[in-house]
């Protein structure tokens, strides 16, 4: 199990959705500074929490434990240009990532 990068995108993650430590520490029922372990690599939780996490950030664990690297996350809310948008910036990443690979 690949854990380099989990702490990393438990951040990103749960700042996407707009929480704090704190916020996700009360969901969670852990302490704020076990959040901020996670999130500095410190330590990592275990499998219970970890499916818990995943339930409130509405993520996969595959993606955290960098299993997979793709991130799924609800468009709700914006409006189709808005959409066209978010659209146009992974495709450019993309192609970027493509021709990176390529050289």
Sequence with gaps: MQTDFFGE???AVRKS???TQLELSKRLEVSKGTISAYEQG???P???TLVKICEILNTSSDYLL???DNLTFKMGGLTSEQMN???QFIATIERANRILEEN
Excluded: F, I
């Design 17 to 19: 959705k707009n929480l």
């Design 9 to 11: 995108k438990l951040k």
């Design 46 to 48: 275990s499998l219970e």
């Design 85 to 87: 948008s978010v659209l």
């Design 66 to 68: 960098s299993l997979s």
């Design 42 to 44: 410190l330590s990592y």
